[in-house]
């Protein structure tokens, strides 16, 4: 494995600029972060090309897509098995109301993130979808009653 190189304060504001901006044009982002258009463009494509820069990607306004339900919603298992855990991951990036799904530590094995057109819809999803996995022992679904802060770009 190749060791990446120590990023600097400028390569950390060319990061936090891109996750604000993803669109900006590399003239302004050179000047935002005090280098050369043609230094700011080699230190972008070395961090895309060491992988810390993935991709870029559309932030889109759920309500305009007629998205108006977020939860976050825990899942246990009922078995603590890697092939359960397999299934699981497996039936869930199938679902396209999951956007996220983290496996953590504590009490439940999964947290998702969910977005529905309303609750209605969620209903369905939790009742005829997520809790019909055979894997799934639990779910508590935690409602989005706003977000005041969201990086996620």
Known sequence: MQLLRIMDLIDQKILRTLTAEGR???????????????????????????????????????????????????????QHTKAAQE??????????QV????????????L????????????HFHTEILGALPQVDRLTTYVVMGSPKDDRA
Do not use: W
Request: net charge positive; aromatic share 6%.
């Open 24 to 78: 900006i044009p590399n003239l302004e982002l050179a000047a935002r972060v005090g280098l050369s258009p043609s230094a700011c463009l080699r230190r972008v494509q070395e961090l895309e090309r060491q992988g810390i820069i993935k991709g870029y990607r559309a932030v889109i306004d759920p309500a305009r897509i007629g998205i108006t339900f977020t939860a976050y919603v825990t899942v246990g298992l009922n």
């Open 87 to 96: 299934a699981f991951e497996r039936a869930v990036a199938r679902a396209p």
């Open 99 to 110: 956007r996220e799904c983290h496996n953590i530590t504590g009490t439940v094995e999964y």
């Open 112 to 123: 998702l993130r969910v977005e529905a057109a309303d609750l209605a819809a969620y209903k």
